[in-house]
């Protein structure tokens, strides 16, 4: 964030915030925070003034404030494909029992949307509103291998490969093999790479040009289902992710717009 100046510093701060879930600590955020005391102090305070930020002085404590949480919700309805894709998540949900994740990429990183648990729901690292790897989870690797040239080489080169079990796809060699087999069949598969006892089919979320909005998966337990009983849903999950990917486009992400907006920065 280093180029993004005051306002990327200050994102930084928010995020740090956001990260612990709870209200925080000034000595607790100074503990993990690069900057220096003082500084931190500052973009705290102004955070606080700009309601931002929200400060408890009985338990000395910060959590994100109201502006945040206004805005937040402004960007779940009009960036997010969670309200479109509700009714398909929930249809899937029951007609599979399984549990069901709606991706989106940030920053090369998958954000959790949405999520609805299975009918015997499983312990796992995914809830909406959390980010994770995107080069060992189905979702993720979904929507990379749809990705135009430029925007995967940077996708690819952004990836941390660290090994969460012994089948992590642990370089980018392997990664980008694994994404040629997906683009050719249409659909990833998370076989315990990012936990163990733990595995996905994910298909891209695109538009009528390619291009990625986003990605669903259904994900299972090992301990009660194998692949072939989870790539049986392929073809139902292929075709929730298009109506998905149509209904988007129709409301929140068309084409068209999306070129003029582009038109116009090239020629500014």
Known sequence: MAGDGTIGKACDVLEQVA???RPVRFAELLESSDFPKATLYRFLQTLTNQGMLSYDPDRQTYAPGMRLVRLAHAAWTQSSLAPIARPFLDSLSRETGETVHLAQLDSSQVLYVDKRNAAQPIEMYSQAGKVGP????????????FLEDEALNKAVSQQSYHRFTDKTLASEKALRADLDL????GYAVDDEEHEPG?????????TSGGRVLGAISITGSTERMNFDQLESWVPRV???AE???TEAQAWRF???RTNAHNDRMQAT
């Open 254 to 256: 068309p084409e068209t």
């Open 238 to 240: 292929r075709r929730v």
């Open 243 to 245: 109506q998905i990917g």
């Open 198 to 206: 733990i595995i996905c089919i994910a298909c891209p979320i695109l």
């Open 182 to 185: 997906i683009r050719g069949r």
């Open 134 to 145: 995107a080069y060992c989870t189905g979702v993720g690797k979904a929507m990379m291998a």
């Open 19 to 21: 990260a612990f879930a």
